[in-house]
Structures are given as C-alpha cells and as structure tokens.
C-alpha cells in the first residue's frame, strides 16, 4: 500500500477550504547588509474592543471564548482553521506561529496555549514587517530559526503560517515517485531506495512549478506543491510537528494547503532567512543531491526500510530577524 493510499481518507478529511479575512500589515524594515528598500505604510489591523480573558485556552477546551480567539487570528492571518470554538491542532499551530513571530519565543519555547496577557496583545495592532519588497505581485519569507513562513502581498501579509522545514539528518529510505517527479520520467508511479541529507537551504529562488493533489516524491508525500529549489516545495501534511522534520520541503497545515498555491503566481519571490546570514548572501544554492541506496532491498508493503538518523501599543514585527522541512 502506497504512502498516499494510507493517508488518503485523513487527508480527504481536512483538506478543507479556508478563506482568509481581514488585513495586517507593516512598515518595509532592512537591517545592515541587505539592499535598502524605500518604506511605506498600509492599513493596520483595526484595533478591536478589549474583552478580557477569564482563562488560559489549550488543545481541547471548547467555548465562545476560543471562537474569539479563532476569529482575531484569522484577522491577522494566522489561520487557525475552522472558527468552531473548538481548539485543536490547526489552532495551536497558529498560536505557535503567533508565538514565535510575533512574541519572539523560541521554537522550542512554544506552548501553544493562549493566556490572557497573549490575548491582550492579540487584540491590538500587530502589524507584520516584511524584509524585503521584490516588487512581484507577491513574494515569500520563510524564517528557519522560527519555523514560521509569510506570504506578503506588496508589504501586506495574506498568510501567516507555522511550517517544518529540513531536519537536517542523513536519511535512507524507500520512497515512491509519481510520474513526472524527480527521478521517475516513466508513465506509472515506481518505488526505488535513496538516500540524502534533510536540508532546506537558505537563499533567494521563485516559484517554478505546481501539482495539484497529493503527489509522491524522493521527499515524502505532498499535497498541493509549489516548488522553488529543484524538488523541494512548499507542501501540505499531516504531520507539521513544531521541530524541523522533513526532507527539506516546507510543510504547512492541510487546511493551508488548500488555498496557499492560489495565494502565490510562477516568478514569484521566495527568501528563506537562516539567522546567520542574509538570504542574498547565499544566492540560489540546490539542495544537497540524493543518491540511490546501494544497499536497498524492495519491501512488500512500501515501508520504511532504513533511516540514518543524523497592551494598546501597536506591536511591530520584524520578521526573518532572530535565530532559532516537504
């Protein structure tokens, strides 16, 4: 049974379409190094009323009170999923992504949990920054260090999303290839062995390539990929854990996914920021090649056969700034 067959009906349950409402928005920031842009500004997220938070939300609590929260995120772009007042998994990866980006926690200091005092910030200003302006109708930023991408129409974010990028660890494993991927040029889906190295480069690159579906890959099953560097892609998957975990690509939520590849066009932007050195530094590097496993033994049921495990104040963010997969 192929890796798609498996996941199919779970990925026919949740890839649900979401609209995304409402407008955030910042001031062009540079820091030294990096080209200069000339700023400007946008509309700003309205300020809403203040209502107060009388508990902490956390995964499986229900109420009118998570609805609300639901809907403030969906106004600054970080989609929570359905605003049923039920707060599961795609509405703690939006409050990781609101976490990190905008509280500057750590990734591995995210909890997932709404207090109060993070409310109280949610329900002001929070404008989104980005740090470089193409001038493409729109482009991307993908900040590793965070685990957290943008889509930026102009300086205007359409999305704000947690992601899982490369694990960077050697991996060995059995893979299926859909015709027209990398690595199967024949007419039906083939399985073979390889190996490589779970690495998403930093650099500048655009959005070449799309395929609708789910999609198999020497990277892992996809749903809904964008590319932008040789096979990896900007993806839908189940799994999109809060450490980096994948074989290189940029995993999003299913919901996301849904949607992401109408929010972006061929030639657009994409600047993947490490934390060490700006994106223009690096240029357009490939990833590192896979290599077909020498010692691959075909499986029966196409599993795994080896893994080498290697407040009123208006907030402003600054995003790609700081340091900490398809």
Not at 19 to 43: K, L, N, Q, Y
Not at 173 to 198: F, H, L, M, S, W
Not at 220 to 225: F, I
Request: contains cysteine; aromatic residues 8%.
């Amino acid at each position: 049974m192929t890796a798609y067959q498996r996941w199919r009906p779970a990925l026919i349950a949740v890839a649900v379409l979401l609209t995304v409402v409402a407008i955030a928005s910042g001031r062009v920031s540079t820091t030294g190094g990096t080209p200069e842009i000339d700023p400007f500004s946008v509309t700003t997220v309205p300020v809403v009323e203040k209502v107060p938070l009388r508990r902490e939300l956390f995964q499986g609590v229900v109420g009118d009170d998570v609805k609300m929260v639901q809907q403030r995120l969906a106004a600054l772009k970080f989609d929570p999923g359905p605003q049923d007042g039920v707060y599961g998994q795609n509405t703690i990866q939006a409050v990781w992504a609101f976490e990190k980006l905008v509280m500057g926690k750590l990734r591995t200091d995210a909890t997932g949990v709404v207090t109060p005092e993070m409310w109280d910030l949610m329900q002001g200003p929070v404008n989104i920054v980005p740090r470089r302006q193409p001038g493409t109708p729109a482009h991307v930023e993908i900040y590793l260090p965070q685990q957290v991408m943008v889509v930026f129409n102009g300086a205007v974010p359409a999305l704000v999303t947690h992601i899982s990028s490369g694990s960077n660890e050697q991996w060995c494993e059995e893979v299926a290839i859909d015709p027209g991927e990398e690595g199967n040029d024949t007419d039906e889906q083939i399985k073979r062995g390889y190996c490589g190295e779970a690495i998403t480069p930093a650099g500048v690159y655009y959005f070449y390539n799309r395929k609708a579906g789910m999609r198999e890959s020497k990277l892992g099953s996809m749903y809904n990929p964008v590319y932008f560097n040789f096979g990896i892609a900007v993806h839908g998957a189940i799994n999109v854990p809060l450490e980096p975990e994948s074989h290189g690509c940029i995993r999003i939520p299913m919901t996301v996914a849904r949607y992401f590849p109408a929010l972006v066009q061929y030639g657009d932007k994409v600047y993947v920021f490490d934390g060490l050195r700006e994106p223009e530094e690096y240029g357009s590097p490939p990833p590192p090649w896979d290599r077909i496993d020498p010692n691959y033994v075909p499986s029966d049921d196409g599993a795994t056969v080896t893994t080498v495990g290697a407040t009123s104040t208006t907030t402003v963010v600054e995003t790609g700034a700081g340091a900490a997969q398809p």
